[in-house]
């Protein structure tokens, strides 16, 4: 069964504008943590955000802000002010915390950022 | 502080070669996994490697292995290629205890002719 579902393959945004990237998750493990990553085309996966499963408040890092949503199993990144250099791949990822998990990291399909100018 | 370290960038093998690719996790992170990513099969994960033992593998054949080292470093070499081997190999450095990190470099991309 797929673990994390990004259910948009491709957007569109508006420089200057937000955008939603969605993620929805399914776990049976009480603690994990939800990440999200950018790729540019030269391939770098480059770490924007993290959420654990049990901290209660919504992540944020500069732009980046993660919507939390634990009953719905859902992870949506929100970019803000979009620019240019956003443009990209965008990756969400759970870490399950159980002692089998180690450090694996569970990816979805990706969605494809195009910022306008 | 220096990041994730892959090397090479870029390499082009023949179809029954092997290949070795190399990783160098940030100072002080003792957890490196590996990850394979195509157009068709998205990111996958292959193992992960802590204190050089392999603590989680993936479903790939037994041609894919890896190790590492006392210093952290990791290598992965993938026997007797096949066209499909051809991707962008990640791989992913974190402290190890299940955390907060995971930060990757900026992967080895392999073409198999």
């Known amino acids: 069964a797929q673990k994390i579902t990004q259910t948009q393959p491709g957007m569109f945004v508006q420089e200057k504008e937000a955008v939603t990237l969605d993620c929805t998750y399914d776990?049976?493990?009480?603690?994990?943590?939800l990440f999200w990553y950018k790729q540019p085309s030269s391939g770098e996966m480059i770490f924007l955000i993290y959420?654990?499963?049990?901290?209660?408040q919504n992540a944020t890092e500069g732009r980046y802000s993660l919507n939390f949503q634990k009953a719905r199993k859902s992870a949506n990144l929100v970019i803000s002010a979009s620019q240019l250099g956003d443009s990209a791949m965008y990756f969400c990822a759970m870490r399950e915390m159980n002692n089998n998990a180690g450090n694996m990291l569970t990816f979805g399909g990706g969605t494809r950022l195009m910022v306008k100018p | 502080k220096a990041g994730v370290t892959q090397t090479p960038r870029y390499l082009i093998k023949t179809r029954g070669q092997q290949v070795t690719l190399s990783c160098s996790p940030i100072?002080?992170?003792?957890?490196v996994s590996w990850y394979q990513q195509t157009p068709g099969q998205g990111l996958q994960f292959l193992f992960e490697?802590?204190?050089?033992?392999?603590?989680n593998k993936g479903n790939f054949p037994g041609r894919f292995s890896g190790r590492q080292f006392s210093n952290s470093r990791s290598e992965m070499n993938v026997s007797t290629l096949e066209l499909g081997d051809s991707a962008l190999y990640l791989c992913?450095?974190?402290?190890?205890?299940?955390?907060?990190?995971?930060?990757f470099g900026q992967g080895t991309r392999l073409t198999v002719v």
């Open positions: 490697y802590f204190s050089e033992t392999q603590r």
């Open positions: 100072s002080g992170h003792r957890s």
């Open positions: 959420q654990g499963s049990y901290d209660q």
């Open positions: 776990t049976s493990d009480p603690s994990y943590g």
């Open positions: 992913a450095s974190s402290r190890g205890g299940g955390g907060t990190e995971a930060f």
